[in-house]
Structures are given as structure tokens and as C-alpha cells.
């Protein structure tokens, strides 16, 4: 099932400016199924059947603990249709907007225990996609002129959306998985025998499954740069963009050698786009986007994030009492 096909007709999307990408097998509903099950288990909510009247109505707020971009509003509104249609979601924010710490920036009413079972899964895939939201933002700004990118080191099971996470914060999407772009890296360069050989192999079997995609090739050495310009010039190749690996420099003073990258990018001279990749950091980024450099990518926008703080309460007055006594409102 199709990522559009889980998103059901019937919600009012207002909120939502950036669609998750697209993917031709991922099941977002089913991950959403996936995680309420997690934590259900074969009982269900517990607590709430001891202490909750079932026929209880409430109103719960959501509450930015700290400043950021937030992301996940979109999907916050799938899953509590999931586990109950009849709540009612409202925002005062949308995907993409920045929320100060104290700030309640939507609220859900309706049944309290079906607010309660669905809070956790909400808050999860929200802080996560928000922090990934939130940094990716910084670096796509400091990365100007290039564009940030993030790569396929994301939650196992949760690719689709991490990745619309950095969109939602500004970046851009690298490939989605092993089946939408070639890209030839070190172990695939290695057991092919070198890097022209690499590349000969795929555009020989791309001509033979008459497919049209792009392709990446990863160099690692200057050399290898001119290896690959010398033999796209004279062989017609389905090439269309050079990672430039690990040549940003780390220098003892804590700053970066980016000659190497620069001497790269002249060389390549606009023939193909171009992707630095390797001691890509907040403090690094502006500089290698100086380079001239199309892309830039970062696993760390996705595989080591820190997620965005955020609650959903129901006694708001109380609840940012408490976050001003620990500074969290």
C-alpha cells in the first residue's frame, strides 16, 4: 500500500504543507497499527480501565517544553483517528513552524481514555520527527547555497518518517532505499575492481533493464575525481552526480581544511552535481557549502538526534507550573 493510500480521505489536513515522500511499499498505517499494538500489548491500557470512566470527556493541550521546529502534526492527527475518529484535533501551528518553550500549540478533545492510550505514540514519532526537524532547519540554513541532505541512517522501520521529517524542517531527501538510485560506494568499488569498473557495470545493466534512474559514485581521492571525468568524457555513461567523500579536512584548532573539496568541485567544473559527504557538523557545514558544492549530506540528522520536548496534558495550569520549577516551560 502506497503512502497517499494510508492517509485517509476523510481528515481535514489543514495543517499539513509537506506530504511524507513518496515510497512504493511502505504501509504508514501500519506502522501506526505497529506502534499502538507495541504498546497496548494483549491488555490494553491498564491504568486507564482502572482509573478512567469510560464515557469521560476531556480536553488535553499540547505543550512545547522546549524551542524548536515542530514536525509530526500531520501524523499525530492519523493516529489519534486511528484509535478513536471522534476526537477532535486542533493546532495554532502547522509542520514546519517554530514553537517557544511554554508555548501550547494545539489540543485533542473527546473521549479521555482514548486521548490517554493514543498520548505516547503521538509524543513519540512528534518529538523525534521535531528534533530531526529542528536540526535539519539550522544546518539547510547555514548549508546555503548547497542543499542538506539526509541519508539512510534512520530508525529501522521508521525511514518514510524521519524523512519527511527533514523535509518538514528544510532539507532536502536523499534516495529512500536500494531501489530508487544507484549509488556506488567503497565495498561496491572494491569488489568490482575499481571505480571505472564500477560504473561500466551499472550502466551496463541499466541498459539491459532498460531503467532510467540516477547514479551516484562515490571518490574518496582526487584521482579517483579525474578517473571518472576522464572516462564519462570519452564513454557515454548514466552518471549524474559525484560524492566527494571524506575531504573536508579536520585541523587541530578545531576548524576544517576544505581545499581538498574546493580542488574537487573545479575539477568537476558543473559536468555533474555534486555531494560532500564525512565531517559534515553544525560548525563545519557554512564552510563546505561555500565550496560550491551541490549537496551536503549528514547521517546525523537522522541517526543520533536529539528528540524536541514535548508534552500533552490535560491540566495545562499545573503542567507548566511544574515545567517553570524545573526551567522545561
Known sequence: MSVAQTINPGLSFRSMVVKPPS????????????????????????????????????????????????????LAEMIFHEVDPSLKVEWSQKDGD?????????????????????????????????GIATLTKTMADAARPACILETRKTAPGLRLV???????????????GLFDMVMIKDNHISIAGGIINAIKSVDQYL?????????????????????????????????????????????PNGDVD???????????????????????TLETVHKIGQTGVTYISSGALTHSVKALDIS??????????????TKRA
Open 23 to 74: 515510497h512504493p511499499t511502505y504501509d504508514m498505517k501500519g506502522v501506526i497499527k505497529l506502534a499502538l499494538a507495541e504498546d497496548a500489548g494483549d491488555r490494553g491500557d491498564v491504568t486507564c480501565l482502572a482509573t478512567i470512566p469510560f464515557d469521560m470527556e476531556v480536553e488535553a493541550h499540547f505543550l512545547a517544553k522546549e524551542d524548536g521546529i515542530v514536525a509530526g502534526i500531520s
Open 312 to 325: 500533552l496534558k490535560i491540566d495545562t495550569e499545573l503542567a507548566l507550573q511544574v515545567g517553570r520549577r
Open 98 to 130: 517554530y514553537v517557544q518553550k511554554g508555548l501550547q500549540f494545539g489540543k485533542v478533545s473527546g473521549q479521555a481514555h482514548n486521548i490517554v492510550v493514543a498520548e505516547r505514540v503521538v509524543l513519540n514519532f512528534m518529538q523525534r520527527m521535531s
Open 258 to 280: 576544505v581545499s581538498m573539496l574546493k580542488d574537487a568541485v573545479e575539477m568537476i567544473n558543473g559536468r555533474f552535481e555534486t555531494e560532500a559527504s564525512g565531517n559534515v
Open 162 to 176: 524521519d524523512k519527511w521529517a527533514v523535509l518538514i524542517g528544510g532539507g532536502r531527501n536523499h534516495r529512500m
Open 207 to 251: 541498459e539491459q533493464q532498460n531503467l532510467q534512474m540516477e547514479v551516484e559514485v562515490e571518490t574518496r581521492t582526487l584521482e579517483e575525481v579525474d578517473e571518472v571525468l576522464r572516462y564519462t568524457s570519452q564513454t557515454k555513461s548514466s552518471l549524474t552526480r559525484i560524492m566527494l567523500d571524506n575531504m573536508v579536512i579536520p585541523l
